[in-house]
């Protein structure tokens, strides 16, 4: 018990990291998406192919590739525009990799919630002499945030659990100081579990909170 | 990016295939196999039944995987009894541990799924069954489960595709699966772009092999109208 007292300032600092990750990747994933979903509705059709090959190919691969494959590439590209080795930061590699992860998942999700938007609201902020482009903005695109909340919730929830896969490159996020504590005590077993139990702790307070969300985004409907 | 080093990454990558599959197909038949007890827990009279499944659920869906993966590779080889017990031959071994851990995984979201589609299946059929004197373990194999897997054939066909990802984690305990010899190749020829690629396309194309399969099941076996549409055909 003392042995987890003594490094549980380091847990809960990799715990702050972890939250920085989870939160970057899930507010620029929700940034892509938007513009994904716009792009969907006003795009040409070759930028609809994009966006449909992006979420397809994104979510077909394993979220730990795409981390390597940001990592390790961007390294051999800043390390040839500086033509010195260059690493890149574990932390923005690990931002840019769940963003492009989670953005192609909340683009399902929001794909899904603009399907139910009824299509009155179309046709009324259109006929109400709203371009498509205003009607989208300002009636659409706030009806469809409100219904995507509990996609929006779970998507929080994965992007939380994944962030972890950022400690095998080397991130000093929550997973990777329990692994470090692990190793230094010898007692894996421990801090393995202590970190699980830290990890459970925010995911349920994250689905209380996800909860009552849901509920105010109902309200009214 | 040289063609070159694609050329050279294919025959590496493809080395862990093997491993790669070995550990998806395994861990998704010992999830399933695992998640209907748990579902069927989950949906008990008896509160003994419900609790221990619904902890058990909460506990591995609010965290990583890695981190179960970990305790169970490197924690449990932490307590002696269990260097000592029967197990210990399997638990020492990196691959068994990470298909434990996955199949433990997916059993977690499964289960919560198998549940919620009991959950779905009308009153009036327990009542038709009572009624026609059907007994309770009839009920659920002849009537009540047959149904439920039908209909979740499409979620069923979602599972193996995260199984799929999910066995990547494997490299993070030593094991040379399609992501692991990746990763060693890129050590040693600096050449990210290539090697991940190649690893990449062949993940799409296993999943696809999956999803084609899965397809071909819900043709064959699934309840027509409950499918949902791709993404392709949407909006």
Redesign the interface.
């Known amino acids: 018990m003392s042995v987890i007292l003594t490094y549980l300032p380091h847990l809960l600092q990799g715990l702050v990291v972890t939250l920085q990750v989870a939160a970057g990747s899930f507010v620029i994933g929700l940034l892509i998406a938007v513009l994904a979903v716009f792009g969907w509705n006003f795009g040409p059709r070759p930028l609809r192919w994009f966006i449909s090959a992006y979420v397809t190919i994104v979510r077909g691969l394993p979220e730990l590739l795409i981390i390597f494959l940001v990592f390790y590439g961007g390294t051999v590209l800043l390390s040839g525009a500086f033509g010195t080795y260059v690493e890149v930061n574990a932390l923005t590699a690990g931002i840019c990799a769940l963003s492009v992860v989670s953005g192609a998942y909340l683009t399902e999700i929001l794909r899904g919630a603009l399907l139910t938007v009824p299509q009155g609201q179309w046709e009324a902020a259109t006929s109400l002499g709203l371009s498509r482009m205003t009607a989208f903005r300002d009636v659409v695109l706030p009806q469809m945030l409100s219904y995507a909340v509990p996609g929006l919730g779970n998507q929080w929830l994965v992007i939380l659990k994944e962030s972890a896969l950022v400690s095998i490159i080397g991130l000093e996020e929550l997973m990777r100081k329990g692994v470090v504590a692990a190793g230094a005590t010898h007692s894996p077993m421990t801090f393995y579990l202590t970190v699980g139990a830290l990890y459970v702790a925010i995911t349920g307070v994250s689905t209380l909170i996800i909860g009552a969300a849901e509920r105010r985004a109902a309200r009214g409907r | 990016m040289s063609p070159d080093i694609f050329i050279k990454a294919a025959p590496v990558v493809l080395q862990g295939l093997q491993l790669t599959l070995i550990i998806t197909i395994a861990s998704f038949l010992l999830g399933q196999l695992l998640a209907l007890p748990l579902g069927l827990a989950r949906q008990a009279s008896s509160p003994l039944l419900r609790w221990p499944a619904a902890v058990y659920t ?2 591995i ?8 993966l ?2 169970i590779y ?6 002696p009894a269990v260097r000592n017990s029967i197990l210990w031959p399997i638990l020492r071994e990196p691959l068994y541990c990470g298909i434990i851990a996955i199949s433990l995984n997916s059993a977690a979201y499964m289960a919560e799924v198998v549940a919620g589609a009991l959950r779905r299946v009308p009153k009036g059929q327990t009542e038709a069954c009572i009624s026609l004197g059907i007994s309770r373990r009839h009920r659920l194999t002849d009537v009540l489960l047959p149904q439920v897997y039908r209909e979740l054939l499409p979620n069923i066909g979602n599972e193996i ?1 995260l199984v ?6 494997a ?2 305990v030593t094991i040379m699966e399609i ?1 692991g010899v ?2 060693a190749f ?1 050590a040693r020829t ?4 290539e090697v ?2 190649t ?2 396309i062949l ?2 194309a296993i ?2 092999a999956f999803t084609f399969l899965f397809r071909l099941l819900e043709r064959r076996y699934g309840i027509t109208g409950t499918r949902t549409p791709a ?2 055909a ?2």
């Open positions: 909460f506990l869906r609010g965290s990583p995987l890695l981190v179960q970990f305790i490197y924690g449990l080889g932490q307590i595709i799929l990802k999910s066995s990547s984690l490299s993070a992501t990746a990763r890129t600096f050449a990210p772009f991940f690629i690893a990449g993940y799409l999943g696809f993404p392709e949407s909006a």
